[in-house]
């Protein structure tokens, strides 16, 4: 099966700084990849995804996500963090759940607070 | 907006007690999840369903009975529950068949479950 990581529980960040959202992977074969975030009482919004192509993807809100075969990673950046960015963040990978069925398997979550 | 919503977005109700969730997606999408949310663990899938074909159940207690009569609408059953089971339902939907394929999964606002 495959699974995601966010190694992180909590990130702070100040208003104005670059931000990192760290997320790794295991797959067997051709991951496809994604970044949701959750507002307070709400449902997830899709941010990005990573299927194929060029390793750096964009995204809404000025998101993008940087995808890293040798390491394994995804993880998700901005180059100025807004307060409005905290959030919750899931990282997710794409899953054949068997049928003609597929999932998405997500990580804990990260919570990202930016610091006015 | 994402094309998915749910109803009712609270709902507060005793052990002995029956009640149902609905989740309505805009998308044409061919395939339909439902989702638990609890505090500090991460997301469970719990049903899926693709072209109103159950796929998936994720060992999910019969007191929880998903119902999806048509690809636009899912259902969740609620009975005799237990408070552990209070938390947030997500639903969800996505294209993963045909010319329109998408990957990503939309989700609706959730349902904020309380069992007393």
């Known amino acids: 099966a495959q699974s995601v990581a966010q190694p992180e529980d909590q990130v702070n960040v100040a208003e104005g700084n670059p931000l990192t959202v760290k997320c790794t992977y295991s797959?067997?074969?051709?991951?496809?990849l994604f970044w949701y975030v959750q507002y307070p009482n709400r449902g997830l919004q899709f941010l990005l995804k990573?299927?194929?192509?060029?390793?750096l993807v964009k995204g809404s809100y000025g998101f993008e996500a940087e995808f890293n075969k040798s390491q394994t990673s995804f993880h998700l950046k901005k180059p100025s963090a807004l307060v409005s960015d905290s959030a919750l963040y899931f990282c997710?990978?794409?899953?054949?759940?068997?049928?003609?069925?597929?999932?998405?398997?997500f990580g804990k979550g990260t919570k990202l607070s930016v610091i006015p | 907006e994402t094309g998915v919503t749910q109803t009712p977005r609270h709902l507060v109700m005793g052990m002995t007690n029956k009640k149902s969730l609905k989740c309505e997606q805009h998308?044409?999408?061919?395939?339909m999840y439902w989702y638990k949310q609890s505090a500090k663990k991460p997301l469970e899938l719990m049903f899926v369903?693709?072209?109103?074909?159950?796929?998936e159940n994720n060992s999910v207690p019969s007191r929880f009975s998903p119902e999806c009569p048509n690809s636009s609408h899912l259902f969740l059953h609620l009975h005799t529950l237990q408070p552990e089971d209070s938390a947030l339902y997500l639903c969800?939907?996505?294209?993963?068949?045909?010319?329109?394929?998408?990957?990503?999964?939309?989700f609706g606002p959730g349902t904020r479950l309380t069992v007393t």
């Open positions: 797959v067997s074969g051709n991951p496809y």
């Open positions: 997710a990978v794409r899953d054949y759940s068997g049928a003609g069925s597929y999932q998405l398997t």
């Open positions: 990573y299927i194929t192509g060029d390793n």
């Open positions: 369903y693709n072209f109103k074909e159950q796929t």
């Open positions: 998308l044409g999408h061919n395939a």
């Open positions: 969800a939907s996505s294209q993963d068949r045909g010319t329109a394929l998408t990957y990503e999964q939309y």
